[in-house]
């Protein structure tokens, strides 16, 4: 079911809303069709607040991996299939993987693995914007569509630059799509709550003109990282000019505000346009771990020797990286009589 709103300064009910605006913990896919746009948001609490205290991240550091499980939501979320889609950066900088699987159609769990004593001297210095703590490496964004099938990944380069940014050149490269990505990342205290909570918003907003113009009106011959290969002619669409712009005007703390719905946010940015808008998918944080599956990793992948190896105070003990679960088995499970 689609709504859509293209009047100002009016409750969203009368326009044509026929349920409650979003909260929380949803992707809500949106078209702006006069603008021949199409895009989605994603506002996180409850989910993110799981994924982020479960661990002792310093602070800049829960933020650079907020960001990052947005940016998975925001394209994991629109896979039609059954699978998971992972997002993972792997760089020579203080914080040197972040890792996000989005499990379709709404599971999502990630974690951050950082040089600690690196972190703190960023940090005492100033240091801590996405592409002071990534440094220099690769973005990969995998789609997995399970046994039986190809996955398909694609890798762009990070080099000192934001998530935002490097979104902007996965989809240039990819897709050949005119994007735009804004994330935002906050911790906020409300009254009656037990200390401050993590949450986040983003959103992807992407042109397609229906008559499939969006390819000529790229710059260059599709090798994005050779400058010489820009397009001097270059003219952008005017209708993507304006979309853009907009969200442009979108502050940080708009996209995380609990008070503003992801409906009413759109509503404030394009009403003069017209905003269509879907039904909202919710989301939440879930691990995919389980006694069966690691124990299925540990006989397929090590070898006898390797488990030998593992044995503390007669047991193998092993931590899932995302969510903490704490698993402990016999080195007997793994004969080959039992």
Known sequence: MTTEINMTDA???PLGLDRPESGDDVALPFTLDALDCRGRVVRLGDALDAILTRHDYPEPVARLLGEAVVLAGLIGSSLKFSGRFILQTQTDGPVNLLVVDFDVPDGLRGYARFDAEAVAEAIARGETQPGQLLGKGHLAMTVDQGLHMERY???VPLDGGSLEDVAHTYFQQSEQIPTQVRLAVA???????PGPNWRAGGVLLQFLPPEGGRLPDLPGDGNFDNPDALDPDFVEDDKWTQARTLLATLADDELADPDLSP???L??????????VFDAMPLEERCTCSAERIEA????SFSPEDRAEMVVDGEIEVVCEFCSADYHFSPHEFDETH
């Open 297 to 300: 990793m540990l006989r397929d």
């Open 263 to 265: 409906e009413r946010m």
């Open 153 to 155: 990944q694609g890798i």
């Open 267 to 276: 509503f404030r940015l394009y009403h003069e346009t017209g905003v269509r």
């Open 187 to 193: 911790q906020l205290s409300r009254r009656g709550e």
């Open 11 to 13: 409750p969203l009910s």
